[in-house]
Protein backbone atom coordinates (compact mmCIF):
# COMPACT_ATOMS: atom_id res chain seq x y z
CA UNK A 1 0.00 0.00 0.00
CA UNK A 2 1.53 3.43 -0.90
CA UNK A 3 0.35 6.37 1.71
CA UNK A 4 -0.01 9.90 0.61
CA UNK A 5 -2.97 12.23 -0.47
CA UNK A 6 -4.37 14.24 -3.43
CA UNK A 7 -4.44 18.08 -4.16
CA UNK A 8 -7.17 19.49 -6.21
CA UNK A 9 -6.73 22.83 -6.82
CA UNK A 10 -9.44 25.09 -8.67
CA UNK A 11 -12.15 22.21 -8.85
CA UNK A 12 -14.92 23.40 -10.98
CA UNK A 13 -16.84 20.06 -11.17
CA UNK A 14 -17.28 17.09 -8.12
CA UNK A 15 -19.72 14.62 -8.59
CA UNK A 16 -20.12 11.36 -6.21
CA UNK A 17 -22.79 8.42 -5.28
CA UNK A 18 -21.18 8.72 -1.73
CA UNK A 19 -23.59 7.72 0.77
CA UNK A 20 -21.34 7.80 3.63
CA UNK A 21 -17.91 9.37 5.16
CA UNK A 22 -15.06 8.20 2.87
CA UNK A 23 -12.33 9.49 4.58
CA UNK A 24 -10.53 6.23 5.86
CA UNK A 25 -11.44 4.66 2.02
CA UNK A 26 -8.58 3.49 -0.02
CA UNK A 27 -8.12 4.38 -3.38
CA UNK A 28 -8.45 1.42 -5.37
CA UNK A 29 -8.23 3.28 -9.08
CA UNK A 30 -7.99 6.33 -10.78
CA UNK A 31 -9.08 7.00 -14.40
CA UNK A 32 -8.23 9.88 -16.31
CA UNK A 33 -11.49 10.83 -18.39
CA UNK A 34 -10.31 13.99 -20.23
CA UNK A 35 -7.52 16.71 -19.85
CA UNK A 36 -6.93 20.02 -21.50
CA UNK A 37 -4.32 22.51 -20.50
CA UNK A 38 -6.03 23.74 -18.16
CA UNK A 39 -8.06 20.86 -16.24
CA UNK A 40 -8.09 17.46 -15.65
CA UNK A 41 -11.33 15.38 -15.07
CA UNK A 42 -10.70 12.27 -13.06
CA UNK A 43 -12.91 9.06 -11.74
CA UNK A 44 -11.82 7.59 -8.41
CA UNK A 45 -12.86 4.46 -7.45
CA UNK A 46 -12.80 3.45 -3.67
CA UNK A 47 -12.44 -0.12 -2.23
CA UNK A 48 -15.80 1.18 -0.19
CA UNK A 49 -17.09 1.19 -3.91
CA UNK A 50 -17.78 4.98 -3.97
CA UNK A 51 -17.11 6.29 -7.06
CA UNK A 52 -16.10 10.33 -7.05
CA UNK A 53 -15.67 12.66 -10.28
CA UNK A 54 -13.61 15.78 -10.40
CA UNK A 55 -13.05 18.01 -12.08
CA UNK A 56 -9.49 20.33 -11.12
CA UNK A 57 -7.17 22.95 -12.76
CA UNK A 58 -4.38 21.18 -10.99
CA UNK A 59 -3.68 17.66 -9.44
CA UNK A 60 -0.93 16.67 -7.20
CA UNK A 61 -0.11 13.54 -5.37
CA UNK A 62 1.88 13.53 -2.15
CA UNK A 63 3.42 10.87 -0.78
CA UNK A 64 3.09 10.32 3.21
Same mark, same amino acid.
Given at each position: *??????????????? !? &?????? &?? &??????????? !?????????? !??????? *????????????
Amino acid at each position: *MIKGFVVFEDVTYFE !T &DCVKDF &DA &DEILEVVLISA !TQSLEKVKIV !TDGVNII *MIEAGNVEWHSL
